[in-house]
């Protein structure tokens, strides 16, 4: 594996810092109030007045391989781009590579029919509208998907859906126009992967109702949100079906593997920049008459920040890599590893950043409290880290015991 990016990659990372440095630190305070002031669930202007400069910058759609709708990166060289994003919770929506809409965007990609390209992809690459993945239901463990019990009924032209789903991420955004629902098309298939198929449902449609939000450590998520959503009666054309009934796990794979990986690549900035500001914090401040920074404990703080924010780094590039050469099949392995370990690594680093600003960690006047949740958070999310274990182990046995 090769250490050094190349110079096309360089010079987008410093394209990219460089952007961040300009447009996005220093409107960060204030963009709570800014997102306050346009209602919640509005994107604030500064937003939009961001994406402009992104675009013109050429920094758009990082995420896609595509040279014509993207850069034209494979999954390795979008990693340390994802990671200078990522050091902010929301920056990387000013670059179009925010999720959900990026996994959306590849399964349209990938998956949509032409008609459906036009209708949906087209304008979440032009940064348009928003959409949402809805999966994951409250009456069920939806860590085992099998268990999904959504429906997804033929009716003449039509399918007709009836289920209640919640951390439909993106719901409530008043961009968010299409949704990607999983569900049932064939309950009594004895193949249990071949039951589920996903649709596309405009979140217009009657019968689609946002019954809440719903909050992570108090937290609303605006101006996207993690709304609970019933879908009663909700009848769309046969032609928003995506690939075609009973290929639902089929596209879910496609779908979350490079999005798990994504998520990897913008924690590690997210870490990275804990402990950088954990280091300044050590400087600046003494207790008992000497630096923060000359007590032996918090330095060991330090350096196991480091150590572990460099591991989860080279284990996150090396599954990326092997996505790149083998396909995302074969990197399943090194993908469920990078899931387990980075999303904790995160949260262990902040905590220690929490730990050593004090009661100021708590609070609004850092990231850190933020960032914190996000990544305790996503240790369910996409899959929580007991389905990752237990699916790597099998790997392992398979390949390791005849």
């Known amino acids: 594996m090769d250490f050094e990016f190349s110079e096309k990659v360089r010079d987008l990372q410093s394209r990219v810092s460089q952007f961040m440095d300009e447009h996005v630190y220093p409107v960060e305070e204030e963009y709570p ?14 937003m939009d007045e961001l994406k402009v400069k992104a675009r013109e ?21 979008y990693a340390p781009l994802a990671e200078i994003m990522g050091r902010v919770e929301w920056a990387s929506e000013v670059f179009n590579c925010s999720a959900p809409d990026t996994g959306n965007m590849e399964v349209l990609a990938r998956y949509g029919s032409e008609e459906q390209k036009e209708a949906w992809l087209t304008p979440l690459l032009n940064g348009e509208i928003r959409s949402c993945f809805s999966m994951t239901e409250p009456a069920v463990a939806s860590s085992d998907a099998t268990n999904i019990e959504c429906r997804i009924e033929r009716d003449g032209d039509e399918y007709v859906i009836n289920g209640r789903k919640w951390f439909s991420s993106g719901f409530a955004n008043e961009r968010c126009t299409v949704s990607i ?17 996903m649709i596309l449902v405009p979140k217009d449609t009657p019968g689609v ?7 992570t450590f ?22 928003n079906m995506l690939l075609g009934e009973g290929r639902g796990f089929e596209i879910a794979q496609g779908r979350l ?10 924690f590690i900035g997210l870490a990275q920049r804990a402990l950088e500001l954990a280091c300044r914090r050590a400087e600046d401040r003494s207790a008992f008459g000497v630096k923060l920074s000359e007590h032996g404990s918090l330095r060991e703080d330090l350096a196991r920040s480091f150590c572990e924010i460099e591991q989860a780094r080279l284990l996150t590039l090396k599954a990326a890599d092997k ?5 995302n099949k074969d990197a399943r392995d090194l993908i469920a590893a990078a899931k387990i370990t980075v999303p904790a690594m995160t949260a262990q680093v902040v905590d220690r950043a929490m730990q050593i600003h004090g009661a100021m960690g708590f609070t609004q006047d850092t990231f ?7 990544a305790r958070y996503i240790r369910v999310g996409d899959g929580p880290d007991q389905v990752h274990l237990s699916s790597l182990a099998r790997q392992l046995l398979r390949r390791y015991v005849e």
């Open 57 to 77: 910058a050429g920094l758009w759609n990082l995420f896609l391989p595509d040279e014509e709708h993207g850069a034209g990166l494979n999954n390795l060289e």
């Open 368 to 374: 850190l409290a933020h960032a914190y949740t996000t």
């Open 181 to 197: 629902l999983m569900g049932k098309t064939d309950p009594d298939n004895p193949n249990r992967h071949l039951q589920q198929s």
């Open 257 to 266: 593997g490079p999005g798990r990986i994504h998520h990897c690549m913008r």
């Open 323 to 327: 996505m790149d050469r083998y396909g």
């Open 33 to 46: 109030e800014l997102l306050e002031k346009a209602g919640g669930w509005t994107v604030p202007p500064i």
């Open 218 to 239: 108090g937290y609303t998520g605006a101006p996207h949100g993690h709304p609970e959503v019933l879908f009663e009666n909700v009848r769309v054309p046969e032609a």
């Open 209 to 215: 109702k946002m019954v809440r939000n719903l909050t």
